[in-house]
């Protein structure tokens, strides 16, 4: 079974500082790997994608995230925080057959002046 | 804008009653997908479609249904509604709906049972 998990629920910077959200994924196969996000009051966004090709991958709004298959993570980090990327953060598996998306359970991440 | 189009936007009704949302895929889609958002549960998945058919089942209550139509538009209808029910449900499509295709979400539509 494919799950995901983020570590961290809520996480806090200042703008123009990094930002790292940790996601590890569990799965039986080579997953394909999402990270979305949603602001407020607003659908979900994706923001970048792994599917088995360079293991970092560089996604909108400056993201980027690295596939480490040996540490099970795809964390995603952005160098520097701009005050409009305060939202909620989505790490996200797809199944094989399907596609349909297991979400973990979000990080909120705010973005302090 | 995603190009995926859900109606109504907000939605408030009585317990007991029954809705029905409405999702436009993008053109081209061929698979569409139903997710529920509530704080206690997150983002669950519910059904999936593809090309009318149904493909995949999630958590989905008895009370509630879906179909997928000809033209690709899929409607979910929540039935005997509780006050539980309330929460964002998106629709998503992708194109043929495989382990590496894209989902674009719609805006979602929001239920308040009352």
């Known amino acids: 079974a494919q799950s995901v998990t983020q570590l961290d629920s809520h996480v806090s910077v200042s703008e123009g500082t990094p930002v790292l959200l940790r996601c590890n994924y569990s799965s039986s196969y080579s997953p394909s790997l999402f990270w979305y996000v949603q602001h407020p009051n607003k659908g979900l966004q994706l923001l970048l994608k792994?599917?088995?090709?360079?293991?970092l991958v560089k996604g909108i709004n400056g993201f980027e995230a690295e596939f480490k298959k040996s540490e099970t993570s795809f964390h995603l980090t952005k160098p520097s925080a701009h005050m409009s990327d305060a939202a909620e953060y989505f790490c996200?598996?797809?199944?094989?057959?399907?596609?349909?998306?297991?979400f973990g359970q979000g990080t909120t991440l705010q973005v302090k002046p | 804008d995603s190009g995926v189009t859900q109606t109504p936007k907000h939605l408030i009704t009585a317990t007991g009653q029954r809705v029905t949302l409405r999702c436009s895929p993008r053109s081209g889609d061929l698979s569409v997908y139903w997710y529920q958002q509530s704080l206690d549960q997150g983002l669950q998945f519910l059904i999936q479609?593809?090309?009318?058919?149904?493909?995949a089942k999630g958590n989905i209550l008895e009370r509630f249904s879906a179909q997928q139509f000809p033209d690709l538009h899929s409607e979910l209808n929540l039935s005997s509604l509780e006050l539980g029910d309330s929460a964002l449900y998106f629709c998503?499509?992708?194109?043929?709906?495989?382990?590496?295709?894209?989902?674009?979400f719609g805006q979602g539509t929001r239920l308040t049972v009352v």
């Open positions: 996200v598996v797809s199944t094989i057959n399907t596609g349909k998306l297991i």
């Open positions: 998503a499509s992708s194109v043929e709906g495989g382990q590496s295709a894209e989902a674009f």
């Open positions: 479609y593809y090309n009318g058919e149904e493909r």
């Open positions: 792994y599917t088995s090709a360079a293991t």
